[in-house]
C-alpha cells in the first residue's frame, strides 16, 4: 500500500470511530479532528482543525491547562487521564474522560499530543455520587465541628454538614443542588504559600488560605479555607472536592 492511500485510509478510518479523537502540535493547534470531536463542541462550529485547543476550554482552566500541557511536552512526561465538561451541540453539558499521549518525532522528542475523548457522563455520576457517599460516612462528616462542604468535580453541592449550615447560614436543603457560590461566596482569598489564586489547582490539588466569605445574611466572615479531592483510588481521578472551613480568631 502506497503511503499516500496509507494516509488516506488513516484519515477515514479515524473520521469513522465513534470517540471523539483531536491531534494537537507543540503550540496548541488543532491538527486533527474527526467528526465526534466536532459534536463535543457548541463554541466551535465548523472544522476544528487550525484553531487552538484552548479556546474550547472554560476561561477558568485554561491557564492552568495549558501550563500543564507545556511541561509534558517539554519534560516528555505522559499525561494523565483526566475528566472534563464539555457543552455539546444541543447545549447539554457531558463529562468526557480524556486519554492522552504524546506524539513524537524521528528522535523520540514530542512534537504534540494526542487524545481520545469517551463520553462516560451517566457511568461516572454515578459512581462519583457512590464514592462520595462513602467518603462522608466513612470520615463521620456529619459529626465534624469543622465546616464541611461536599461537592461534585463542577462545584455543585452534595452534601454540608450542620457546622457548615451554621457558618454560612444555609441549610442544607436550600443549597444542595446549587453551586457552591450560593452557599459560600467568596470575597476575597489570600493563599497561605502567598501563590496566586488558581482556580484548577484549588479544585484539583490541596490549598489552604484565608477567605473572607458572605452568608446568607450578608454578613462577612474570615475563615481558614482548606480544599481537597476525593481521588478514585484505581485511576487516581477526582470525584468530588471537600472544602473544610475554620473561623479565624476573632472572626
Known amino acids: 500500500m502506497s503511503e499516500a492511500v496509507h494516509s488516506a485510509s488513516t484519515r477515514i478510518a479515524i473520521d469513522e470511530i465513534p470517540v ?6 507543540a503550540s496548541g493547534t488543532i491538527m486533527r479532528a474527526n467528526r465526534a470531536a466536532l459534536a463535543m463542541h457548541t463554541r466551535a462550529p465548523g472544522d476544528l482543525v487550525g484553531r487552538n485547543v484552548w479556546d474550547l476550554i ?6 492552568s491547562s495549558f501550563a500543564a500541557f507545556q511541561e509534558q511536552i517539554a519534560t516528555g512526561e505522559e499525561p494523565p487521564v483526566v475528566y472534563r465538561p464539555f457543552y455539546n451541540q444541543s447545549g447539554l453539558c457531558r463529562i468526557y474522560e480524556i486519554h492522552r499521549n504524546l506524539i513524537l518525532d524521528e528522535q523520540q522528542m514530542p512534537v504534540g499530543m494526542r487524545a481520545i475523548c469517551i463520553d462516560v457522563t451517566e ?3 454515578v459512581w462519583d455520587e457512590a464514592l462520595r457517599d462513602r467518603y462522608w460516612k466513612e470520615n463521620a ?11 461534585d468535580v ?5 452534601k454540608m454538614n450542620a457546622a457548615a ?12 443542588g446549587q453551586g457552591i457560590g450560593m452557599a459560600l461566596p467568596i470575597l476575597s482569598f489570600r493563599p497561605a504559600a502567598n501563590q496566586p489564586l488558581d482556580i484548577r489547582a484549588i479544585i484539583e490539588r490541596r490549598s489552604k488560605g484565608t477567605a473572607t ?5 450578608h454578613a462577612k466572615v474570615t475563615v481558614e479555607i482548606i480544599t481537597s ?20 480568631a476573632g472572626a
Not at 462528616?141 to 461537592?151: E, F, K, M, N, W
Not at 449550615?165 to 444542595?176: M, Q
Open 165 to 176: 449550615e451554621t457558618i454560612s447560614g444555609w441549610p442544607a436543603s436550600e443549597v444542595v
Open 229 to 248: 479531592p476525593i481521588l478514585e483510588q484505581n485511576y487516581g481521578t477526582i470525584c468530588g472536592i471537600v472544602t473544610t472551613l475554620r473561623k479565624t
Open 58 to 63: 472554560d476561561a477558568d482552566e485554561r491557564d
Open 141 to 151: 462528616v456529619q459529626a465534624r465541628a469543622d465546616a464541611v462542604i461536599l461537592t
Open 213 to 217: 466569605v458572605l452568608t446568607r445574611d
Open 123 to 125: 457511568m461516572k455520576l
Open 154 to 158: 463542577m462545584g455543585i453541592v452534595y
Open 20 to 25: 471523539a479523537y483531536i491531534e494537537v502540535d
